[in-house]
């Protein structure tokens, strides 16, 4: 068979149309297959003449498929009447994707396809969803991006189509790239999904490990952005530092309180009237504010600053004028600018679909951006959010006041009020006075309104409920209802352009809301506006874990919640699992008492010591996030992409792994003092004290103490973890202090590791050969490192290396550097013999000189 083929598909017209009420069937269509890579397949459903949407090139580029590929780990293979076809994986002969027999209609608004499933599967992704990482077998997952605050169950801020399969122990993925909503039923011993635009277009990769299955979808949609050092310290945010005197405020209690913290985030606060691009004239004067910016600077400490997409409306305010000159705002359907109400009163919202908007939102950015030099870039409300259901219309006039929440508020609480003001009921009424004609309007009720009510908000709400309508349209009448889920990713994308532009020697670092496939070429998440409750702590957990099959893995929850009061004990349990998120931010609401570390004064301890083993990890935490960015590994992993064949590990979402060797096992219930966990195969270490927890050749749930202090961390036997040698106050001050190794020896008494080194900040692809990839490979006492060392600023040497799990000490320890060897004094060596823990300390290696040798004379 060939490896790219087309086929023309004639559906038969069976004895009635099934589902009339949906529409009718288009029953011309083609089949695109192309045998991509060895491990990759795509198969495209669509309409003969190509007419129908499709996601363009432009907003998310894909891999191309390889023309030099002979061998292909799959077979295809289909059936025309009735219409299906299968993917075979030809190692194990194992059927990954099955339509044959299955029901197949494709209609203008409803598409419905479905591929069989084995009993007991174990299907992960879907979503953005709140809730467990395995999927549940009779529930249905919807595919829509919606501002609501982390109801369970629901679909929230991102549209990611993905999903991968654990089928006995061995991995496959399946992607539909597709915009449209949708939902995903998994139920009756099949997926099936019901899909109400667009074409199929289906990617599929065989793996056969779950790693593998990541790296070939990051491989299609883009790798993740490298990110910056700085990103992994510790951020402090909250909506409510409404004046530059509560910022230095809180710096300075960070700073008395020495608790690591590099970042300093601001909300709308500093905005004039919540005013996208201005700062508030009274509470932080450009001035000023740039002076507590440089301060922060001088600190080595950054400063995030949130943007909004919506533009208020307001003449002679410049980036509404310049919009409207150039027309650069979404239509609603009479052509007229689509206007929502969001924070700042009524607002229009940029069309990313137009060819002018790029130098628009660059030079927007260009102009705020030097009065103050702000370093990071936070995106939110960009599903598009608005406090309406649909368009203003005629009422814009009377919703022009500022609406924050009060007293016990949430956000949701406050829009809820606002949209039963102001009805979408009343914005038909008003379409109607403006003699909208009757075509129009019967397309609004076919897009605003389809056949087939997908289950938004898990009520089937209509498309158009606290956004855009669904007939409003971009440049070259693009509707938001083909585009609807790209508004965020496109934003984002649209944003790290701005920045390259600007600062091309700086990597940008942005922070969006809402994300699609490949968002994380371009931005971090976090897991929006979750509650100060034990439920959200936990499902903070599988959330992370989603993201990093999504291949966005700076990803992070709002430690501590972001509605509610938290209480002591949850942010103590919520800062030592935080320490371990790979974006680790404290923020909360407006109306809310502070939560800040220092709050309490048991957490203000707790929260320093464990951000404390946070910054020294994190040489280790940037290596693994190089991996991800030259390879798609990553960074976080459930226990069953350690252990895929083993079923005691397929339903684990409450552990996890950071990289390939430490096990994170937290606390996630009240008055806990012990915590029941999982441990894979091997030999485990705790990772402070060397003591073996158990080794053996067969995984083990084990309960352990977990006093309040305390969440467990241990190292698996085989690895090398690179460390700081001791944590300060910024991840800059931290770079200084060197690095040190952990060598956690398996029952071979072997181990190997990597660690990767540069500026932290240099674009990855200006750095050339300005970095250094160190590979490490211990068994027993002998330690070798070998690789490239061409970065020679900050902490390249190593001065102290701790052994778990040696067997013996003696004789002399030598270092040798290339011809040069360096005796070890016996006053720089601790040997623990009861628990084999062996610390070298002086050592002083530089690594400007290359390669060392760490063994017995």
């Given at each position: 068979?060939?490896s790219?083929?087309?086929?023309?598909l004639?559906?038969p017209?069976?004895?009635k149309n099934?589902?009339?009420?949906?529409?009718?069937?288009?029953?011309?269509?083609?089949l695109?297959?192309?045998y991509?890579?060895p491990?990759?397949?795509r198969v495209?459903?669509?309409?003969v003449?190509e007419?129908?949407?499709?996601?363009?090139?432009?907003?998310?580029?894909?891999?191309k498929?390889r023309s030099?590929?002979?061998e292909?780990?799959?077979?295809?293979g289909y059936?025309?009447?009735?219409?299906?076809?299968?993917v075979?994986?030809?190692?194990?002969g194992e059927k990954?994707?099955?339509?044959?027999?299955?029901?197949?209609?494709?209609?203008d608004?409803?598409?419905?396809?479905s591929?069989?499933?084995?009993?007991?599967?174990?299907?992960?992704g879907?979503g953005?969803?709140t809730?467990?990482?395995k999927?549940?077998?009779?529930k249905r997952?919807t595919?829509?991006?919606?501002?609501a605050?982390?109801?369970?169950?629901?679909?929230?801020?991102?549209?990611?189509?993905?999903?991968?399969?654990?089928?006995?122990g061995k991995?496959?993925?399946?992607?539909?790239?597709?915009?449209?909503?949708m939902?995903?039923?998994?139920e009756?011993?099949?997926?099936?999904?019901?899909?109400?635009?667009?074409?199929?277009?289906?990617?599929i990769?065989?793996g056969p490990?779950?790693?593998e299955?990541v790296?070939?979808?990051s491989?299609?949609?883009?790798?993740?952005?490298?990110?910056p050092?700085w990103?992994l310290?510790f951020?402090?945010?909250?909506?409510?530092?409404?004046?530059?005197?509560k910022?230095e405020?809180?710096?300075?209690?960070?700073k008395?309180?020495?608790?690591?913290?590099?970042?300093v985030?601001i909300?709308?606060?500093?905005?004039?009237?919540?005013k996208?691009?201005?700062?508030d004239?009274?509470?932080?004067?450009v001035?000023?504010f740039s002076?507590f910016?440089a301060?922060?600077?001088?600190?080595?400490?950054?400063f995030?600053a949130?943007v909004?997409?919506?533009v208020?409306?307001?003449?002679g305010y410049k980036?509404?004028d310049e919009g409207?000159?150039?027309n650069l705002?979404?239509?609603r359907?009479?052509g007229k600018?689509?206007?929502g109400?969001?924070?700042p009163?009524?607002?229009?919202f940029?069309?990313?679909?137009?060819p002018?908007?790029?130098?628009?939102?660059t030079?927007?950015?260009?102009?705020w951006?030097?009065q103050v030099p702000i370093?990071?870039?936070?995106?939110d409300m960009?599903e598009?959010?608005?406090?309406i259901?649909?368009?203003?219309?005629?009422l814009?006039?009377?919703?022009?006041?500022v609406?924050i929440?009060t007293?016990?508020?949430?956000?949701?609480?406050m829009?809820?009020?606002?949209?039963n003001?102001f009805?979408i009921?009343?914005?038909?009424?008003?379409?109607?006075s403006?003699?909208v004609?009757?075509?129009?309007f019967k397309?609004?009720?076919?897009v605003?309104?389809?056949?087939y009510?997908?289950?938004?908000a898990?009520i089937?709400?209509?498309?158009?409920?606290r956004?855009?309508?669904m007939d409003a349209?971009h440049h070259?009448?693009?509707?938001e209802y083909n585009?609807?889920?790209?508004?965020?990713?496109m934003?984002?994308?649209?944003?790290?352009?701005?920045?390259?532009?600007?600062?091309?020697?700086?990597?940008?670092f942005?922070?969006s809301r809402s994300?699609?496939?490949?968002s994380?070429?371009?931005t971090?998440?976090?897991l929006g506006?979750n509650?100060?409750q034990?439920?959200n702590?936990?499902h903070?957990?599988?959330?992370m874990?989603?993201?990093?099959?999504f291949?966005?893995p700076?990803?992070g929850?709002?430690?501590?919640?972001?509605?509610?009061?938290?209480?002591e004990e949850l942010?103590?349990r919520?800062?030592?699992?935080g320490a371990?998120y790979?974006?680790?931010?404290?923020h909360?609401?407006i109306n809310?008492?502070?939560q800040?570390?220092y709050q309490?004064?048991k957490?203000?301890?707790?929260s320093?010591n464990w951000?404390?083993?946070?910054y020294?990890?994190?040489p280790y935490?940037?290596?693994?996030?190089?991996h991800?960015?030259?390879k798609?590994?990553?960074?976080?992993?459930?226990?069953?992409?350690m252990?895929?064949e083993n079923?005691?590990?397929w339903?684990?979402d409450?552990?996890?792994?950071v990289g390939?060797?430490l096990?994170?096992?937290p606390?996630?219930?009240?008055?806990?003092i012990k915590v029941?966990?999982?441990?894979?195969?091997?030999?485990w270490?705790d990772?402070f004290?060397g003591v073996?927890l158990?080794?053996?050749?067969?995984?083990?749930w084990?309960?352990?103490?977990?006093?309040?202090e305390?969440?467990?961390?241990?190292i698996h036997g085989?690895?090398?973890?690179?460390?700081?040698c001791?944590?300060?106050l910024t991840t800059?001050?931290s770079r200084?202090?060197?690095i040190?190794?952990?060598?956690?020896?398996?029952k071979?008494?072997?181990?190997?590791g990597?660690?990767?080194?540069d500026?932290?900040?240099t674009?990855?692809e200006?750095?050339k050969d300005?970095?250094?990839?160190?590979?490490?490979i211990?068994?027993?006492?002998a330690?070798k490192c070998?690789?490239?060392?061409g970065?020679?600023?900050?902490?390249?040497?190593?001065?102290?290396?701790i052994?778990?799990?040696?067997?013996?000490?003696?004789g002399?320890?030598?270092?040798k550097?290339?011809?040069?060897?360096k005796?070890?004094?016996?006053?720089?060596?601790?040997?623990?013999?009861d628990?084999?823990?062996l610390a070298?300390?002086?050592?002083g290696?530089?690594l400007?000189n290359?390669?060392?040798?760490l063994s017995?004379?």
């Amino acid at each position: 068979m060939s490896s790219n083929y087309d086929i023309k598909l004639n559906i038969p017209k069976n004895n009635k149309n099934i589902i009339p009420e949906f529409g009718a069937d288009i029953n011309d269509l083609s089949l695109t297959v192309e045998y991509q890579t060895p491990y990759r397949i795509r198969v495209c459903i669509s309409d003969v003449e190509e007419k129908r949407w499709r996601i363009p090139d432009s907003v998310v580029p894909l891999d191309k498929a390889r023309s030099d590929v002979k061998e292909f780990n799959y077979d295809f293979g289909y059936e025309n009447n009735p219409f299906g076809f299968y993917v075979n994986r030809k190692s194990d002969g194992e059927k990954v994707f099955d339509t044959i027999s299955e029901r197949f209609i494709f209609k203008d608004q409803y598409i419905e396809i479905s591929t069989k499933l084995p009993k007991k599967s174990n299907i992960y992704g879907l979503g953005e969803i709140t809730g467990p990482l395995k999927r549940e077998e009779g529930k249905r997952t919807t595919i829509w991006t919606r501002d609501a605050p982390c109801p369970v169950g629901e679909n929230v801020y991102g549209a990611h189509p993905f999903y991968m399969e654990l089928r006995k122990g061995k991995a496959h993925g399946v992607f539909l790239f597709n915009s449209n909503g949708m939902d995903i039923l998994y139920e009756d011993g099949k997926l099936t999904y019901k899909v109400i635009g667009g074409i199929l277009d289906f990617y599929i990769f065989l793996g056969p490990s779950p790693i593998e299955v990541v790296e070939q979808y990051s491989e299609l949609i883009g790798y993740p952005c490298l990110i910056p050092y700085w990103s992994l310290g510790f951020h402090q945010c909250r909506w409510g530092y409404n004046t530059i005197l509560k910022l230095e405020d809180m710096v300075d209690q960070y700073k008395e309180a020495k608790i690591p913290m590099d970042v300093v985030w601001i909300d709308i606060d500093y905005m004039d009237s919540y005013k996208l691009f201005t700062y508030d004239p009274t509470r932080f004067p450009v001035d000023k504010f740039s002076e507590f910016v440089a301060k922060l600077h001088q600190n080595h400490q950054k400063f995030v600053a949130i943007v909004d997409p919506g533009v208020k409306v307001e003449k002679g305010y410049k980036p509404y004028d310049e919009g409207v000159e150039k027309n650069l705002f979404i239509k609603r359907a009479d052509g007229k600018d689509y206007m929502g109400k969001v924070w700042p009163g009524i607002t229009v919202f940029p069309d990313w679909f137009h060819p002018e908007v790029e130098q628009y939102w660059t030079e927007s950015f260009r102009h705020w951006l030097s009065q103050v030099p702000i370093d990071g870039i936070w995106i939110d409300m960009n599903e598009i959010a608005s406090f309406i259901d649909g368009d203003l219309g005629n009422l814009s006039h009377q919703v022009n006041e500022v609406f924050i929440p009060t007293g016990d508020q949430t956000v949701d609480d406050m829009a809820n009020t606002v949209v039963n003001r102001f009805s979408i009921t009343q914005t038909i009424k008003n379409l109607f006075s403006k003699l909208v004609c009757i075509i129009t309007f019967k397309k609004y009720l076919s897009v605003n309104n389809p056949p087939y009510a997908i289950n938004n908000a898990g009520i089937e709400a209509p498309l158009f409920t606290r956004t855009s309508p669904m007939d409003a349209f971009h440049h070259t009448g693009i509707t938001e209802y083909n585009a609807h889920n790209l508004f965020g990713h496109m934003e984002a994308s649209m944003t790290h352009r701005a920045l390259r532009t600007i600062r091309p020697e700086k990597r940008p670092f942005i922070l969006s809301r809402s994300t699609f496939p490949s968002s994380g070429r371009y931005t971090a998440h976090w897991l929006g506006d979750n509650y100060s409750q034990w439920d959200n702590l936990i499902h903070s957990i599988p959330g992370m874990l989603a993201f990093q099959l999504f291949s966005i893995p700076l990803v992070g929850a709002d430690i501590c919640g972001f509605n509610g009061k938290c209480e002591e004990e949850l942010a103590i349990r919520w800062i030592q699992l935080g320490a371990f998120y790979p974006f680790s931010r404290n923020h909360n609401m407006i109306n809310m008492p502070g939560q800040e570390c220092y709050q309490w004064e048991k957490v203000k301890q707790i929260s320093k010591n464990w951000l404390e083993v946070r910054y020294t990890l994190l040489p280790y935490w940037y290596t693994t996030f190089y991996h991800a960015a030259i390879k798609g590994t990553p960074v976080l992993r459930p226990l069953w992409f350690m252990e895929p064949e083993n079923e005691d590990t397929w339903n684990i979402d409450q552990q996890f792994l950071v990289g390939e060797g430490l096990l994170i096992t937290p606390v996630t219930t009240e008055k806990a003092i012990k915590v029941k966990g999982y441990y894979p195969s091997g030999i485990w270490y705790d990772f402070f004290t060397g003591v073996k927890l158990l080794q053996g050749d067969k995984g083990q749930w084990k309960e352990i103490d977990a006093p309040l202090e305390i969440i467990p961390v241990h190292i698996h036997g085989g690895k090398i973890i690179p460390l700081h040698c001791r944590a300060s106050l910024t991840t800059f001050e931290s770079r200084a202090n060197g690095i040190k190794l952990l060598v956690a020896l398996d029952k071979e008494g072997k181990a190997k590791g990597g660690l990767y080194l540069d500026d932290g900040e240099t674009p990855l692809e200006q750095i050339k050969d300005k970095y250094t990839f160190i590979n490490f490979i211990a068994e027993d006492f002998a330690l070798k490192c070998n690789g490239i060392f061409g970065y020679e600023d900050q902490g390249t040497f190593i001065d102290e290396i701790i052994i778990f799990g040696t067997s013996k000490y003696e004789g002399q320890l030598i270092v040798k550097i290339g011809e040069n060897e360096k005796s070890i004094e016996k006053e720089n060596i601790e040997w623990e013999k009861d628990i084999g823990k062996l610390a070298i300390k002086g050592l002083g290696i530089d690594l400007k000189n290359g390669g060392f040798t760490l063994s017995y004379k």
